[in-house]
C-alpha cells in the first residue's frame, strides 16, 4: 500500500485538528467575557467541523441543512440564547460519541476501538491474542463513559442554581446544584475527565498489553484523525 493512497496529506489532519481545539477557546471566551459573539462562533464552528464529511460531498442537502442551522444559531444570537445553546453542547457531544460506541457494538459490527486498531497498525494486529478483546471491552467502556458523562451533564445544565434551565422556568429542582460547580464541570471538568481518562487508558493498554508494539501517542491521533469519517461510517482502511 502507497502512503498516498493510505493517507490524505499530512497537513488535512493536523488542519482540522487545530480547528478542534479553536472550538474549546471560543466557547471559554464566551463564558468568561460574557460576549455571546464568542459563543455564536463557537457553535458555528463546531457545527461546520461535524458537518465537513457531509458537506465534502458537495451535495445540496448537507449544504442546506448547515445554513438553516446557522440562520437559527443567528436567530438565537438575536435573542440573547446562544449561551444557552452553547451549554448543551457537551451534552450532544457526548450522546453524539456513546452513539457512535454503541452501535459499533451490535451483532455483526466491528467495535469502533477495533476499527481504530485496524486502521493504524493493519487489520493483522487485531489476529494477536488479546487485542480483538481488549479493543471490544474499550468500546464497552467508552460507551458507558459519554453515556453516564452526557447524563450528569444533562442534570447539571437542568439543576443548576441559580440559572439552570428549571429555575429559569420557575420549577423547583429535585437536586439542587450550586451554579459555579456546575458551571466549572459542565465548562471544565468534562473535558479533563474524557482527557484524563483517555491518557490513563493509554498508560493501562501498554501494561495489559504489554507483549504487543504500541503506535507512538502522534501516530495515532494522525492516523484516526486522517480515517476519522470513514471509520465512523464502519468502512475499513483505504485500499490499496
Do not use: D
Amino acid at each position: 500500500m502507497s502512503s498516498s493512497s493510505a493517507l490524505p496529506p499530512k497537513t488535512t489532519p493536523r488542519r482540522w485538528m487545530a480547528l478542534w481545539f479553536a472550538y474549546p477557546v471560543l466557547a471559554l471566551a464566551g463564558m468568561l467575557t460574557h460576549q455571546q459573539g464568542y459563543s455564536l462562533a463557537a457553535c458555528a464552528l463546531l457545527l461546520t467541523l461535524l458537518m465537513a464529511p457531509a458537506l465534502a460531498t458537495r451535495r445540496p442537502l448537507p449544504w442546506l441543512a448547515w445554513t438553516l442551522l446557522l440562520a437559527a444559531m443567528g436567530w438565537l444570537w438575536l435573542h440573547g440564547m446562544v449561551g444557552l445553546l452553547l451549554e448543551c453542547v457537551p451534552i450532544a457531544i457526548n450522546v453524539l460519541l456513546a452513539s457512535l460506541f454503541g452501535r459499533s457494538l451490535r451483532a455483526g459490527s466491528m467495535p469502533l476501538i477495533a476499527r481504530f486498531i485496524e486502521a493504524v497498525e493493519g487489520p493483522e494486529r487485531l489476529l494477536t491474542p488479546g487485542v480483538a478483546t481488549y479493543a471490544r471491552q474499550l468500546t464497552w467502556f467508552w460507551t458507558l463513559l459519554t453515556a453516564t458523562q452526557a447524563l450528569v451533564l444533562a442534570v447539571l445544565l437542568l439543576c443548576a442554581e441559580p440559572g439552570g434551565l428549571l429555575a429559569q422556568l420557575g420549577v423547583a429542582s429535585p437536586w439542587p446544584v450550586p451554579a459555579g460547580p456546575a458551571q466549572a464541570y459542565v465548562h471544565f471538568g468534562g473535558y479533563g475527565l474524557i482527557a484524563a481518562a483517555f491518557l490513563l487508558e493509554h498508560g493501562f493498554r501498554r501494561w495489559r498489553l504489554r507483549h504487543v508494539s504500541h503506535p507512538r501517542f502522534h501516530e495515532l491521533a494522525l492516523g484516526i484523525a486522517a480515517r476519522w469519517p470513514q471509520l465512523v461510517r464502519g468502512q475499513g482502511p483505504a485500499a490499496p
